[in-house]
């Protein structure tokens, strides 16, 4: 699918030469990535080095410095407001812990945006909303509250919610961080599974060789504020490079 | 101490941002009429207690104080006319707006801020759900309402304690006290039929109730840097809206009694 993709070269989300830096602190320099319609990519680097602000940038919560970070063609710094509502209800965001309503049911949660943002009739929403938690794999959840989920389940449900207003684009903050390997590996293979079957693009920001391995058409190494090696996963793993060698280490045993 | 001023002026700012984006929002209240009446009970039951139990002290309090005081005078009949023209004026609106900056501002500022921390806000805005709609008009609309609602409560069981010390150490009868009370609440303005002690008392309360859960959303959505950060905010929110609450005060009373 990728290979296809890129001889198209459908661009959906362009970074040029971002900037962005918070007080002293600089995370990204010059950080340059071309996604593709339909490709899942990762971004990959040790913790702190700027991987969920480079995904933040691509949804408007955050404004390059200097550079532009574009979606489908429209920049997200000049983007005006019922434009980015327009462009971000066709974009799905999975957060690190969720960032599930406590106050809320799960399936409340997942209904959250149909609710707010369209006038779909409630027994419409209510069979969206069972549809895409049984597509996560958690269908009876509906009535409960996140504080009775496991950190999988989660996760899931932060997948439907994200999932429920059919988006073309997924981002993905860390998917797997904080989860047991068994658990991690079944998220990663629905990632993968929605991915083949909804034709998203997925933007994954990760730092677990095993979901890049899994989800990943392209992946890229953010360090120093900048992508490098971007490559498929094979070559990016089997790299001799010392930088890449040195950050997948412990990773890959 | 420039970096303090232009921290005061910023959050002030802010709070009044946030004050203007909640009345611009205000035709949606019929909208968020479940969150408004959830936010109700939250603010309003749960603290009916606390204000019954300091009201009733408070107004034993004013009627020692000044009626020993006015017992040397051979005046202490006047004593419901003080303890009623002190709980509607000033301590019921002030006792009650405080006691819910304490419990309600602080509450709001701890929920919002720990939703901030764990990227709930973030979560509502790429879902593009309004947040000053969804979270913070319910909670102003809630506090606004029911400040007025537990003042009255505040008021009345403060007279009530008064009443009590006035029998029990000031031997001031029930019905001498009572007469007193009502007789000191007869200023009728237009277009109430309230005595303008009772009303002004109210305003002041809806107003307060409305400041101290601007102050105490504008800390909880701000708050950053976890735990620490949840704790700083509700610390922040408590601090200002008792300090806005005084000022506030000042100005409400100056403009309905400087005459």
């Known amino acids: ?253 | 101490m420039s970096s303090m001023l232009s921290r005061f002026f910023a959050d002030v700012g802010f709070q009044l941002t946030l004050a203007v984006q909640v009345a611009a929002r205000a035709g949606s209240s019929w909208r968020r009429r479940s969150l408004i009446a959830d936010q109700l009970f939250q603010s309003g039951i749960k603290v009916v207690h606390v204000v019954l139990l300091v009201g009733l002290f408070i107004g034993m309090i004013v009627a020692l104080q000044t009626g020993l005081e006015l017992s040397r005078f051979g005046q202490q009949d006047q004593i419901g006319t003080i303890v009623a023209l002190s709980m509607c004026r000033e301590m019921g609106p002030f006792i009650t707006a405080t006691i819910l900056a304490a419990t309600v501002g602080s509450a709001l500022a701890a929920e919002l801020g720990t939703m901030a921390v764990s990227e709930e806000l973030a979560a509502l805005e790429v879902m593009s759900i309004d947040r000053i709609s969804f979270l913070v008009l319910p909670r102003v609309l809630a506090a606004a309402i029911v400040c007025p609602m537990l003042t009255v409560l505040c008021d009345a069981i403060g007279i009530v304690g008064g009443g009590l010390i006035a029998q029990s150490q000031l031997n001031v009868g029930m019905s001498l006290y009572y007469d007193s009370v009502l007789e000191s609440l007869n200023d009728r303005g237009l277009p109430f039929e309230l005595p303008k002690d009772v009303y002004t008392g109210l305003f002041k309360s809806f107003v307060f109730g409305g400041v101290l859960a601007v102050i105490s959303c504008a800390a909880g959505v701000q708050a950053t840097s976890g735990a620490m950060g949840v704790g700083n905010a509700t610390r922040k929110a408590v601090r200002d809206s008792i300090i806005a609450i005084i000022v506030t005060n000042y100005f409400l009373s100056w403009m309905f009694f400087n005459t």
């Open chain 1, 1 to 253: 699918m990728s290979a296809s993709v890129q001889t198209k070269r459908d661009v959906i989300i362009r970074y040029e030469d971002v900037h962005k830096a918070f007080g002293p602190k600089v995370v990204l320099a010059g950080f340059n990535l071309e996604v593709y319609r339909g490709e899942a990519f990762a971004i990959m680097g040790p913790s702190g080095t700027g991987k969920s602000v480079a995904l933040r940038h691509v949804i408007g919560l955050l404004k390059p410095d200097r550079g532009v970070v574009s979606v489908d063609g429209r920049n997200m710094a000049t983007i005006a407001r019922e434009e980015l509502r327009e462009l971000r209800s066709r974009m799905g965001y999975v957060f690190q812990e969720a960032a599930l309503l406590n106050w809320l049911t799960a399936g409340e949660n997942v209904a959250l945006p149909l609710r707010e943002t369209t006038r779909m009739p409630d027994a419409e929403i209510r069979e969206k909303v069972n549809a895409k938690l049984a597509l996560v794999q958690v269908p009876d959840v509906y009535n409960k509250m996140p504080n009775e989920l496991s950190g999988g389940m989660r996760k899931r449900v932060g997948l439907a919610r994200a999932l429920v207003t059919d988006p073309e684009i997924i981002l993905y903050d860390e998917p797997t961080a904080g989860l047991d390997p068994e658990i991690s590996s079944s998220i990663n293979h629905l990632m993968r599974d929605l991915a083949q079957q909804l034709h998203v693009t997925s933007l994954i920001v990760t730092h677990h060789i095993g979901c890049v391995r899994t989800t990943a058409d392209r992946v890229g190494l953010l360090d120093g504020g900048k992508l490098n090696f971007v490559s498929s996963p094979q070559e990016f793993i089997g790299s001799a490079e010392p930088r890449l060698v040195r950050f997948l280490g412990d990773k890959l045993d």
